[in-house]
């Protein structure tokens, strides 16, 4: 009885492989010609210095709008994506669309936002992510110095010297590099001696406990002190309330991204929100609900 218990159990669990290795490839064949087919979409979540409502940056989000499923988030396919190798014809359709928005951005006269690109360690450690990088330099002139990239931090331990002269070449031509969710990957704050980067993020994570853990509150104080001593740009994620931005502002966190600002927006409307100030003038945000 028993022995065809287990027998039934290995049975299932064939079953569930079986289906779970024919989606993983279904998937990857959609991933492949999601490209082709023009299902992805860049999505902008504005960067806003809550001191005087200044739009400072966009974060450019990717999302894959699948004709049968609906809008589906990164966290559904980007890991597919990376195991896959798939990651760098994705990455390259970001970088491209990008750069090509920062280019008429320019050209439009909007004032000098940055707009950040998320870039996963694999596209990274690629030689011809570099190279590609500043072939379309050449075709966008015009947005390398508007450009800025969101590294993960277990993207910089390790064998980083590569990295650093990259990260330095890069920034010569004005692009500017971020630390992604600092403080949550395998941390050595050696690299941010090391590394030549202009910002940091505290993650949402600790957005969200430093309302009730003393020491969360006191890491996020922490790592403002040293973003400030360490001339560093920093940018807090996810704050989802009133109180989140306060408490951000009181401990030096004035450049602020989350909902209770803006969600990400899509290409037009974040567009729209743009044609909304004369052109070259500072983008103003409204302040945000200052309810709870
Ligand atoms: P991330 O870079 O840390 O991006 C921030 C994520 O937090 C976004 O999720 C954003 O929608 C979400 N978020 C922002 N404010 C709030 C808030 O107030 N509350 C809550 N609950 N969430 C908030 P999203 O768009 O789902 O992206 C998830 C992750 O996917 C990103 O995390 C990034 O690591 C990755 N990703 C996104 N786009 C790309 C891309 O083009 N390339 C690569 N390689 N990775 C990407
Ligand atoms: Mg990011
Ligand atoms: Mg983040
Ligand atoms: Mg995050």
């Not at 065809?4 to 079953?15: D, H, L, Q, V």
């Not at 600790?206 to 853990?213: H, Y």
Request: aromatic content about 10%; overall charge neutral; some cysteine.
């Amino acid at each position: 009885h028993a022995k065809s218990a287990g027998k039934n159990t290995i049975r299932f669990f064939e079953k569930a492989i079986e289906q779970s290795v024919r989606e993983w490839y279904e998937k990857g064949t959609a991933l492949r010609q999601a490209i082709a087919r023009k299902e992805f979409e860049l999505y902008f979540q504005p960067q806003v210095d809550v001191r005087n409502n200044r739009l400072m940056g966009v974060e450019a989000l990717l999302r894959w709008n699948r004709p049968d499923r609906g809008m589906m988030l990164p966290a559904s396919f980007i890991p597919l994506a990376e195991e896959t190798g798939l990651i760098h014809p994705v990455g390259d359709w970001v970088m491209e669309e990008a750069l090509s928005l920062l280019e008429k951005w320019e050209r439009k006269g909007y004032p000098s936002f940055w707009l950040a690109v998320n870039v996963s360690a694999r596209q990274f450690r690629s030689e011809s992510f570099w190279s590609d990088l500043e072939s379309r330099f050449d075709r966008y002139p015009a947005s390398a110095s508007r450009l800025s990239l969101e590294l993960t931090e277990s993207l910089l331990v390790g064998d980083s010297g590569v990295s650093a002269g990259r990260i330095a070449s890069l920034r010569k031509r004005g692009v500017t590099f971020v630390i992604d969710d600092f403080g949550t990957g395998y941390s050595s704050l050696s690299y941010l001696t090391r590394l030549p980067v202009d910002s940091i993020k505290i993650p949402q994570e600790f957005v969200l406990r430093m309302k009730e853990n003393e020491r969360d509150r006191k890491m996020v104080e922490i790592i403002a002190h040293m973003a400030r001593n360490l001339d560093l740009v920093l940018i807090g994620e996810g704050a989802e309330s009133g109180q989140e931005i306060r408490m951000l502002r009181d401990l030096g966190c004035f450049v602020i991204q989350g909902f209770s600002i803006s969600r990400p927006l899509s290409l037009s409307g974040f567009e729209r929100f743009l044609e909304q100030g004369p052109p070259g003038k500072e983008i103003l945000f409204q302040p945000p609900p200052q309810a709870d």
